[in-house]
Structures are given as C-alpha cells and as structure tokens.
T-cell receptor
Framework: GAGVSQSPSNKVTEKGKDVELRCDPI?????LYWYRQSLGQGLEFLIY????????KSGLPSDRFSAERTGGSVSTLTIQRTQQEDSAVYLC????????????FGDGTRLSIL | SQKIEQNSEALNIQEGKTATLTCNYT??????LQWYRQDPGRGPVFLLL???NEKEKRKERLKVTFDTTLKQSLFHITASQPADSATYLC???????????WGLGTSLAVNP
C-alpha cells in the first residue's frame, strides 16, 4: 500500500524484555517521526528523523529508548528492559520536507507490558 | 512552556447541525496550525492546515479559522453526519524544527 506501515500491530511482552517496533514510511518521505500515545493522553513526541539522522531526539523518555533509520526509509524504535509504564500505542508518521507538510500516520503498535 | 488546549468535554450534536471545535494556544505564536481526525485504534489522519497569515481555510464541509489575536483556531463541520463521529486533534509547529505540539483532542459524536 501507499501509506505508513507499522509492525507489529500489537505486542505483549513481559517486564524486562527488549522490544523492537518497525515503521515503513511513505516512499520518498524524508522526515519520519515517532510518537507515543497513552490512554487519555495526547501525542507525546519521541524523536524526529531527517533522512538517516535525528536532529531532535529530545522526547525519548530515558536511555532505554533508542531509534535508528537506515537507507532513508525504514525506522526501528527499540525499548530495552521494558517497564509497565512503557505500555502505550507507539505511532510513526512521515512527511516530505518541503514547506509545512502534513504528517501521515501509521495505525501504531499497541505495546502491553505485563 | 508552549501549550495547546482543546475542549476536554465530548461534543454531542444532532445530524445535520454544525459542529464547532476549539483549539487555544499559549506562550507561542505558531506559523501554522493543523487539524487531524483520529478514529479508535487508528492513527491520526490529516484534515486541514492553516497558516498564520490566513484567516480561514475550507475543504468541502470543513472550515478552519485562525485568530492570532485571540490565539485560537476554530474547526467547523457543517451538515454533520454520524460518520463524522471521531476525535479531532489540533497541533502547531514548535519553532523552526518540524516537531508538532498536540492538543489532547475533542471527541465528537453526531447522533442520527
């Protein structure tokens, strides 16, 4: 399809395990964003990629969180030693870099830490 | 700090009426505002973008206004339909980077 694809759509894991979330942006979109959305909360910015570099990673909650992007395309968000407070929906969005462009979102990965 | 507020209470209206949602911001002068729709279990979907030098923007049954004096944007859905029921989010850019600051959203229910 032509939209942003995220996998897995759901992930249940035990506290302390590592998880890896994947985002396939729209082809040709150079900007990629990760957000976290908890129940009743707004979208919390995590990190922004421009190509393969991350000019703004100010939203990553702790050093357990990391993200990378390769080939200017696919991005992975890794959470190490997961905690229960990491349970949320993790959303990825992409956009082109020309002017003020809207962000196109995937449907997210719903992460549940037991 | 930069802050954006939307009506926290759910809005219930009758089909065919106009829905009006409010977005207020403080401690900032954004260059543009965006409005998105989010359905349960789905990611937000872009609806409209309005720049600071634009007073009004329209798209089909949707209209957005941007009042930089009041620091407010209004989002209108005319001739509302039950299919318009969703959560509507507003967001503005933060500085020169592309990070968006998001409101919590307003839930809209259109009753048949």
């Amino acid at each position: 399809g032509a939209g942003v694809s995220q996998s897995p759509s759901n992930k249940v894991t035990e506290k302390g395990k590592d998880v890896e979330l994947r985002c396939d942006p729209i082809s040709g979109h150079t900007a990629l964003y990760w957000y976290r959305q908890s129940l009743g909360q707004g979208l919390e910015f995590l990190i922004y990629f421009q190509g393969n570099s991350a000019p703004d990673k100010s939203g990553l909650p702790s050093d357990r969180f990391s993200a990378e992007r390769t080939g200017g395309s696919v991005s992975t968000l890794t959470i190490q030693r997961t905690q229960q407070e990491d349970s949320a929906v993790y959303l990825c969005a992409s956009s082109s870099l020309s002017g003020y462009q809207p962000q196109h979102f995937g449907d997210g990965t719903r992460l549940s830490i037991l | 700090s930069q802050k954006i507020e939307q009506n926290s209470e759910a809005l219930n209206i009758q089909e065919g009426k106009t829905a009006t949602l409010t977005c207020n911001y403080t401690n900032y002068s954004p260059a543009y505002l965006q409005w998105y729709r989010q359905d349960p279990g789905r990611g937000p979907v872009f609806l409209l973008l309005i720049r600071e030098n634009e007073k009004e923007k329209r798209k089909e049954r949707l209209k957005v206004t941007f009042d930089t004096t009041l620091k407010q944007s209004l989002f209108h859905i005319t001739a509302s339909q039950p299919a318009d029921s969703a959560t509507y989010l507003c967001a503005f850019n933060a500085g020169n980077n592309r990070k968006l600051i998001w409101g919590l959203g307003t839930s809209l229910a259109v009753n048949p």
